[in-house]
C-alpha cells in the first residue's frame, strides 16, 4: 500500500529541483475528481469545466512563459522549468467558470499560481468578462514569473497581507 507513494516521493525528490511550494502533475483519476469537484461548486456543466481543465493543460504560451521565466531568474536553481500545476489547475477553472471581477491571491511565492489565475482572467477578459487579481506577499523578490502579458491582469501587494488587503 504505502510502497508506490513511497517510490514516486523518491523519485520527485531527485527530479525536481523544488524546494518549497512544490509543483506536481495530477493523475488522470485526479483531473476527473477534480472536474466534478469544480463542477458541482460552481453549477457548471462538467463539460464546461473539462473544457477549461484541457485548456490551461494545453496553453502552450504559459507554458513557455514559465519555462522562459524561470530560465532567466536567480532562482533558476531551485526551481523547475516544467510547468507542473497540480492543485492550481482547479484555481484555473474556478476562476474561468465564475468569472470574478476581484481575485485575491495571498503568498505568491515564485509567481506560478499568479500566472495560471491571470491567464484565466486574460481568457475571461477576452470574452468580455475582465477581472483583476491582487496577490500579496512578504518577499518583495516574489513572483518572478508574473512578467507580461500577465501582470497585466493584476499586481502583487508586497509587504504584510493584513494590512494590504485592508487598503484594497
Known amino acids: 500500500y504505502l510502497t508506490p507513494p513511497v517510490w514516486q516521493l523518491m523519485r520527485l525528490s531527485f527530479s525536481s529541483r523544488e524546494i518549497d511550494n512544490f509543483t506536481y502533475h495530477l493523475t488522470d483519476l485526479n ?4 472536474i466534478a469537484f469544480v463542477a458541482s461548486i460552481t453549477k457548471r456543466p462538467v463539460a464546461e469545466i473539462r473544457g477549461y481543465v484541457e485548456e ?8 513557455d512563459h514559465i519555462r522562459q521565466y524561470t530560465l532567466s ?3 533558476r536553481y531551485v526551481a523547475d522549468t516544467e510547468a507542473r500545476y497540480g492543485r492550481r489547475i482547479g484555481w484555473y477553472a474556478f476562476t474561468r467558470a465564475l468569472k470574478p471581477k476581484v481575485v485575491v491571491e495571498t503568498g505568491t511565492n515564485k509567481g506560478l499560481g499568479t500566472c495560471i489565475i ?3 482572467l486574460l481568457h475571461n477578459s477576452k470574452e468580455g468578462n475582465p477581472g483583476y487579481l491582487y496577490s500579496t506577499d512578504h518577499d518583495p523578490a516574489a513572483g518572478y ?5 500577465y501582470n497585466n491582469y493584476g499586481k502583487i501587494l508586497y509587504g504584510d497581507s493584513i494590512d494590504s488587503l485592508n487598503k484594497l
Do not use: C, G, R, V
Not at 31 to 34: G, P, T
Not at 56 to 63: F, G, K, V
Open 56 to 63: 490551461i493543460l494545453h496553453d502552450q504560451a504559459l507554458q
Open 145 to 149: 514569473l508574473f512578467q507580461t502579458p
Open 118 to 120: 491571470a491567464a484565466a
Open 73 to 75: 531568474a536567480p532562482e
Open 31 to 34: 483531473i476527473q475528481y477534480l
